[in-house]
């Protein structure tokens, strides 16, 4: 039973986390200094940890998909990609029945460094919400949610009054 409470935690921390990131701050200089440590550029580190998160999801990305995640052109995620893959960060494979699909796949000595730098972080995270009542934290998940969906909505209706602006849910920097 314990660990199936230790799972609950750790999916509780991620979806906090991925509604968290839209405010930024932290999640920015967390990129910036894992960044560092691997030695590549914050853009090039935070394909990687999308790349990573995804996989660890079970749901890999494409090209197309990780394009839209960091809000790069297509031309820029390519080289990218290209960079990526010659320094061994990550893989390109075709997994799919339709072999034009590309699966994004991150090198094995990424998982393990993002644990290294990120385990203690979720260590220290799981000790804070342990502090709460789960229905204290499912509420606090609505709530972020509801302000993510709010801040979607307003750039939405910014969208169709300005043509050429990026889509919600888009990150611009």
Excluded: C, K
Aim: glycine share 8%; proline share 5%.
């Amino acid at each position: 039973m314990e660990e199936a409470e230790n799972d609950g935690v750790a999916e509780r921390r991620e979806r906090l986390m991925e509604s968290l990131r839209v405010y930024g701050g932290h999640y920015t200089e967390l990129g910036r200094r894992f960044a560092a440590r691997l030695g590549l550029h914050s853009t090039d580190a935070t394909a990687v940890l999308e790349i990573a998160a995804a996989e660890e999801r079970g749901t890999p990305l494409s090209p197309a998909r990780l394009s839209e995640r960091i809000s790069l052109s297509t031309g820029a995620t390519t080289a990218l990609l290209n960079r990526l893959e010659a320094a061994g960060h990550i893989t390109r494979a075709r997994e799919h029945s339709d072999r034009r699909v590309v699966t994004l796949r991150s090198g094995g000595h990424i998982q393990e460094r993002a644990d290294e730098f990120f385990g203690p972080l979720a260590d220290r995270l799981d000790t804070t919400m342990a502090q709460y009542p789960p229905r204290f934290l499912e509420r606090f998940e609505g709530f972020m949610a509801d302000l993510n969906a709010t801040m979607d909505t307003h750039l939405g209706h910014q969208d169709a009054e300005t043509p050429g602006a990026p889509s919600p849910g888009r990150r611009t920097s």
